[in-house]
């Protein structure tokens, strides 16, 4: 079994700054690519940002130059550093991995339960 948590999220104000984590644990036996995504009230879940296992990266075009993905594949650790907040980046961000169990070798991906983030204008 495999579990993804993540931490970090809060209410803060425009211009500020927060960093989400998200950690997988369990039985895995390597983690392919990580990635946070985000649904906000009343819209599609849609793709923040994603890093390989090689530390290659991609953005949503609306979060360019403002987020910074990273990842401690000692700690199975995803990172999302958001700087220059905006209220439309209020919503539920989820951690996502593709992982590789110890106990069947077949990726499969793996969701975080959510975590709220809340940018007031």
């Known amino acids: 079994q495999v579990q993804l948590v993540e931490s970090g999220g809060g209410l803060v104000q425009a211009g500020e700054s927060l960093r989400l984590s998200c950690a997988a644990s369990?039985?895995?036996?390597?983690?392919?690519?990580m990635g946070w995504s985000r649904q906000a009230p009343g819209k599609q879940r849609e793709l923040v940002a994603f890093?390989?296992?090689?530390?290659?990266?991609n953005y949503a075009d609306s979060v360019k130059g403002r987020f910074t993905i990273s990842r401690d594949n000692a700690k199975n650790t995803v990172y999302l550093q958001m700087n220059t907040l905006k209220p439309e980046d209020t919503a539920v961000y989820y951690c996502?991995?593709?992982?590789?169990?110890?106990?069947?070798?077949?990726?499969?991906?793996?969701w975080g339960q959510g975590t709220q983030v809340t940018v007031s204008s």
């Open positions: 890093i390989t296992s090689g530390g290659s990266t």
């Open positions: 996502n991995a593709g992982v590789i169990p110890s106990t069947s070798r077949l990726e499969n991906t793996y």
């Open positions: 369990g039985s895995i036996f390597s983690i392919r690519s």
